[in-house]
């Protein structure tokens, strides 16, 4: 029964930041790998960044590579997507996801995630 909550989206310029944060409640995720994903208008939902339960291993897409930074906090039960260098393209909606089963490598596939946060918005304007 596990909520996740995404915040820290907004309006930023190219060029700027901005930190997300997926704040988990009613369950511990520490045992979880978790994952960012977007979806643009008219885009399937893309895998962004994952990380395993012990956040000895991340993940990230080829599009948000040296830019994109996921992270976690077990004893906040927190999961926190710093972005960097913001493109237009990036705009999306960010969801936050937790893996459907405890000690897996982190998966880029959707399909491997069972509780889903409502999503923030990010618009990168040019």
């Known amino acids: 029964q596990v909520q996740l909550v995404e915040s820290g989206g907004g309006l930023v310029q190219a060029g700027g930041s901005l930190r997300l944060s997926c704040a988990a409640s009613?369950?511990?995720?520490?045992?979880?790998?978790m994952g960012w994903f977007r979806q643009a208008p008219g885009k399937d939902r893309e895998f962004v960044a994952g990380?395993?339960?012990?956040?000895?291993?991340?993940v990230y897409a080829d599009s948000v590579k040296g830019r994109f930074t996921i992270s976690r906090d077990n004893a906040k039960n927190t999961v926190y997507l710093q972005m960097n260098i913001l493109k237009p393209e990036d705009t999306a909606v960010y969801y936050c996801?937790?893996?459907?089963?405890?000690?897996?490598?982190?998966?880029?596939?959707?399909?491997?995630?069972?509780?889903w946060g409502q999503g923030t918005q990010v618009t990168v304007s040019s």
């Open positions: 009613g369950s511990t995720v520490s045992t979880y790998a």
């Open positions: 996801a937790r893996e459907k089963a405890p000690y897996y490598s982190v998966s880029n596939n959707r399909y491997a995630y069972d509780r």
């Open positions: 990380i395993n339960w012990s956040a000895g291993s991340t």
